[in-house]
């Protein structure tokens, strides 16, 4: 096992990762900005050394500084949270060629997934089912036109080095295919500095549902069910939930079976997400996730398991230990994510939080690295806290929420505490049957 671990984030995901380190009794390294010398990560870690200053760009995404400091520490493994560097290949490589393990996948495995026009042809030859597309690259114009008729107008053209929504554009018929390649094409090479792109067809009312899988680098793969995170606005996640109120456990088992089996064709190592969209009880994989994500939390809670606990074991190389037929879903989870923004016009709201009251009781979490006194920094990602919920069934985790919530004190800055209790109460949400087009036409229509 590891002897010291430095943790590459900041906020609650580098809490919830030393949490996992203290429980295996191994010493956490945390690093900060000059913004984050008072942050909570900074005061429960073991360790801490300050990395640079306040831009993201020359503090958490500094490679050189962090490497020094795992270096200077004595830090043997990183684990990099998600966002920042977290889906980096040649970060992980780079951590790997200092002879430090990083908590993650291969860097291959990373780098495959970061091409999404290569993750969707790895998946689709291992049976996944995809979103009739171009097979490839669409690198010509006339292609284009071809390939969109044949599919079927609204097509969407994506960037294969996109992914969460970036570099996306929607053809209704043929006269707007041309458009949408070209900018989409202008937009990829000007953002990812590659400008390759693919088609789909549009899917005018998909749920987006994402699979959690687990595999240890040894043969052995599983998944943990799945997440339903339709309720989104602007690619930004407010409220995820598991399992997914619309699929049954017939629909999960056979989508498992199939995810893992492929994972474990290509020997992927460490926890991975793959995204799905969900419509007319169909299937379709758009994309992989190569790092732990934010909304894990209602998986663990389900599954009564550690997730950070096992990407640490994995990458130490220690086995799984045990089977698909080990893990057991156990009521509903409900997660909202709480940031530090205007919950009417999601303009972000740094400052001094001057109390701090985070609910708890039974079936209760909150993930946060706020503390009365704190001032949230206006340089990084406004969430401030995830209040995660379990209960034997959806209708009682929604009670429980909805009690939760109204526990919760945040006073000092403005969160979307106020839209997540609008959320609970409406019926629409309560029946559970939204697609990902639901959230933007609440908050629209209030
Ligand atoms: C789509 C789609 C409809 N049809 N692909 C947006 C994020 C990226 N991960 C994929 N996205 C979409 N891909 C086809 N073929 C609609 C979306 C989409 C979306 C997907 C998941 C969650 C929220 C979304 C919001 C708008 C569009």
């Keep these: ?38 942050a909570m990560h900074v005061r429960l870690a073991d360790e801490s050394v300050c990395i640079g200053p306040p831009p993201a760009r020359e503090s958490y995404l500094n490679a050189a500084s962090i490497l020094s400091a795992a270096t200077i520490t004595g830090a043997d493994a990183i684990h990099p949270g998600y966002g920042f560097l977290s889906e980096n290949a040649d970060f992980a490589e780079m951590v790997e060629a200092h002879g430090l393990a990083f908590i993650g996948p291969s860097p291959a495995h990373i780098r495959m997934m970061g091409d999404k026009i290569e993750a969707k042809s ?13 097979d490839g690259a669409v690198s010509d114009l006339d292609a284009a036109r071809r390939i969109a008729a044949a599919i079927g107008y609204p097509v969407l053209v994506k960037a294969a080095a996109g992914g969460g929504g970036r570099g996306m554009k929607v053809a209704n018929d043929a006269d707007e295919i041309e458009e949408a390649w070209r900018t989409a094409r202008t937009e990829a090479r000007a953002a990812f500095g590659n400008d390759a792109v693919y088609l789909e067809k549009y899917l005018d009312r998909p749920r987006h549902i994402e699979l959690q899988v687990l595999a240890d680098g040894r043969g052995q793969v599983v998944h943990f069910g799945e997440r339903d ?29 199939r995810a893992t089996s492929a994972l474990a064709k ?20 758009i994309e992989m996730n190569t790092r732990l994500q934010v909304e894990h939390p209602v998986t663990e ?9 096992e990407q640490i074991r994995i990458a130490a190389g220690q086995e799984l230990g045990y089977g698909q037929s080990d893990i057991r879903f156990t009521g ?51 969430l401030v806290a995830k209040l995660i919920v379990h209960a034997p069934t959806r209708d009682q ?3 429980r929420l909805r009690r939760a919530l109204a526990e919760f004190v945040v006073v000092g800055i ?15 949400f309560q029946r559970g049957d939204y697609t990902i087009h639901w959230l933007e036409r609440f908050v629209a229509g209030h």
Excluded: W
């Design 1 to 38: 096992m590891f002897q010291k671990i430095l943790i590459a984030n900041r906020g609650e995901i580098a809490l919830r990762v030393q949490r996992a380190c203290r429980e295996l009794g191994i010493p956490t390294v945390a690093i900060h900005s000059t913004a984050d010398a008072d």
């Design 122 to 134: 790895a998946m689709a030859a291992l049976g996944v089912p995809l979103v009739p597309g171009s």
């Design 229 to 257: 995170c339709s309720l989104q606005r602007r690619h930004q996640k407010l409220v995820e939930e598991a399992g997914s109120p619309a699929l049954s456990a017939a629909e999960r088992d056979a989508l498992g079976a």
């Design 266 to 285: 290509i020997g992927y190592r460490n926890a991975g997400t793959l995204e799905f969209l969900y419509q007319d009880g169909q299937f379709a994989f």
């Design 301 to 309: 809670m389900v599954c009564g398991i550690d997730l950070v606990r």
């Design 332 to 382: 509903h989870a409900i997660e909202c994510r709480i940031t530090a923004e205007d919950p009417e016009t999601f303009v972000p709201t740094p400052g001094r939080v001057t109390a701090f009251h985070p609910p708890g009781g039974l079936g209760v979490r909150v993930d946060s690295a706020l503390y009365a006194g704190y001032r949230v920094p206006p340089h990084y990602d406004s």
């Design 397 to 399: 985790a929604i009670a």
């Design 414 to 428: 403005k969160t979307t505490l106020p839209l997540h209790q609008r959320i609970v109460e409406d019926v629409g």
